[in-house]
C-alpha cells in the first residue's frame, strides 16, 4: 500500500513523499492516520535531524516519519496479533521502554504525519497500543501530550521528616506556580490541575505574551476552576497592572513547573519553593549545555528538590484517554488551528513562529494550516469555513466540527 507522510532525513530537511509501505508481517498492524497533533517535539526532531536522541544516526538514508501525536483506525491485522481489531480506533503511547526509539522519530513506517503506518511487533508486545472508542478522533490525537502534563504531576514528591520515603503526586489543597505556562502544554496542565480529584488551593499561571493570557482565561477561566475549589490566577510579571509580587512571593509554591527552557525562569522557580518544594522542569531544551543557578542552601535546609519528566508512560495515556471520555477534561482547549497533510511541512519548520496553540493535521485532507479564530473571515468567500465557524461558536474544535471537515474538506491526492 501506498502512503504519504512527512519524512525526515536530516536537520532542516524534511519532505513530504509518498513510497509503497511492505506487506505487514504476521506480528504487525496496518493503520490509517486520522490526525495527528504537531508537537515541539517533532520540531526540535526537525531542528537537530540524527543529532536528536531519538532520531537514527543514518536518517539521512533511511528516512522516518514526523508525528507522534495520532489517532488511527486498524485496516489489517497480522495472523499472530491478538486483542487488536480491524476497524477498530487506536491511540499509541510512542515512548517505547528500555530504548529512546519512538513513533515519530525513529521508524521508517511509522508516524503520525502520514496517511498510512505499520505498527511493529514491539508495540504490541508493550502493550502500547489503547483502543479508543470516542467519537472525535483528535481526543485521541491529544492523549499523548496530555499525557505528558499527567505523567509530570505523578512524578512530583514531596517527603516527610524522619523517614525516607517520598511522597508521589502534588501536596493536596497546597499551591501551584506554573511559568511561562499560557501555551498549550501549561494549559493542558491548568485542564488536569483543575478538573482531577487531587486539586490545589491555589494555581498561579504566568506567561508574557499578554494574547496568549486572554485566551487562557477565556477557555479555563478562574471563575471555572473556583466551581472546582481552586484559585487560579494568570499573571504576566512584566505587567506594571498586576504586580508579580502579588501573586508570586518567595519561598511560597509548593511546586513550581518551569515550562521554558530559560534560565531566568528556572532561577525563579527555585526561589518561589517552599518548604520540601518541588521544581518540575518541564521544557526540553534543545541545548545540550543548558544551565541555571541553583540555590543548594535551600536543598539542605530546605528541603527542596528538582525532577524532570520527558512524556508520560502507558498509564498516563489511559487516564487521558479516560477522563476526556467522561468530559472531565476537554482538551479541545489546546487547538487552535487546522490543516491537511501538505501543511505538515511548514508547520514543524516553523513551529514556534506559529502563535497560539496545538496545531491539528488531518492527513487525508488537503487544507492549509488554518487558526480557528479566522473561520468566519475566511467563511465570507468559502462555504467550508462558514459551516466550520458556526459549528464552533466558542471558538474551540469539536466533533461535529471534526466530522464536517472530514467529509467536506477537499481530499488528498
Known sequence: MKTTALRLYGSHDVRVESFELPQIKEDEVLVKIISDSVCMSSYKAAEQGAAHKRVPDDVAENPTILGHEFCAEVVAVGGMVTGIKQGGRTAIQPALKGTYDAAGYSFANLGGCATYGIIPAVYIEQGNILPYEGRA????????????????????????????????????????????????????????????????????????????????ASVLSPEEAKR????????????????????????????????????????????????????????????????????????????????????????????ALELAGKGRINPAVLVTHIGGLPAARETTLNLPKIPGGKKLIYTHIDIPLTAIEDFAKLGETDSLFAKLAMLCPNGLWNAEAEEYLLANAPKLT
Open 137 to 216: 478522533a483528535f481526543y485521541a490525537s491529544l492523549a499523548e501530550p496530555v499525557s505528558c502534563v499527567i505523567g509530570a504531576v505523578h512524578a512530583c514528591y514531596h517527603t516527610s521528616q524522619g523517614d525516607y520515603n517520598h511522597i508521589m503526586d502534588i501536596k493536596e489543597g497546597g499551591k501551584i506556580a506554573i511559568l511561562a505556562g499560557a501555551g498549550p502544554m501549561g494549559l493542558a496542565l491548568v485542564d488536569y490541575l483543575i478538573h482531577r480529584d487531587r486539586k490545589p488551593s491555589l494555581l498561579v499561571v504566568t506567561d508574557i505574551d499578554d494574547g496568549r493570557l486572554s485566551r487562557a
Open 228 to 319: 472546582n475549589g481552586v484559585e487560579l490566577r494568570y499573571v504576566n510579571p512584566n505587567s506594571h497592572l498586576i504586580p508579580s509580587t502579588s501573586y508570586l512571593l518567595p519561598h511560597t509554591f509548593d511546586e513550581v513547573f518551569v515550562f521554558a527552557p530559560v534560565a531566568a525562569v528556572v532561577e525563579q522557580a527555585g526561589e518561589l519553593l517552599a518548604y520540601d518544594g518541588c521544581l518540575n522542569f518541564f521544557a526540553g531544551p534543545t541545548n545540550t549545555e543548558f544551565k541555571a543557578l541553583f540555590n543548594f542552601y535551600d536543598v539542605h535546609y530546605n528541603a527542596v528538590h528538582l525532577v524532570g519528566t520527558s512524556g508520560g508512560n502507558t498509564d498516563d495515556m489511559r487516564e
